[in-house]
């Protein structure tokens, strides 16, 4: 259970992903096309808003969470991955989304 906003890193869990993100990285070749990768398996799990946090491998398993468990596996798989992640939560909405370096400036980000 999260008592604070500073234990969801927590549950962030790269050595559990680390197979996944090499995978990934077989089949791109920079920063911002394996985070795109992330986003689209990430995108593939239902939406339906749940609670308690999970552990990014519980919300795999119940194949269904809403944007807190999303970012814990992304952060989780960009982290196997050796990207820098931040989780960026915003309290009055009660929405989280993830913050990641890349090396480069996105190519294929969306203005808006």
């Known amino acids: 259970m999260v008592t604070t906003v500073d234990e969801f890193s927590n549950f962030v869990t790269p050595y559990v992903f680390e197979s996944v993100a090499d995978k990934l990285w077989e089949i791109y070749d920079n920063d911002e096309e394996f985070v795109n990768g992330i986003l689209m398996i990430?995108?593939?799990?239902?939406?339906?808003?749940?609670?308690?946090?999970?552990?990014?491998?519980e919300?795999?398993?119940d194949?269904?969470?809403?944007?807190?468990?999303?970012?814990?596996?992304?952060?989780?798989?960009?982290?196997a991955g050796g990207l820098d992640v931040v989780l960026l939560y915003y309290e009055e909405q009660a929405h989280m989304n993830i913050g990641v370096?890349?090396?480069?400036?996105?190519?294929?980000?969306?203005?808006?």
């Open 42 to 57: 990430v995108h593939q799990i239902e939406y339906e808003e749940t609670s308690p946090v999970k552990y990014p491998v």
């Open 63 to 79: 194949g269904k969470g809403d944007c807190d468990l999303f970012s814990l596996i992304g952060a989780s798989v960009a982290k």
């Open 101 to 112: 370096y890349l090396s480069e400036t996105p190519q294929n980000a969306r203005d808006n």
């Open 59 to 61: 919300t795999i398993i």
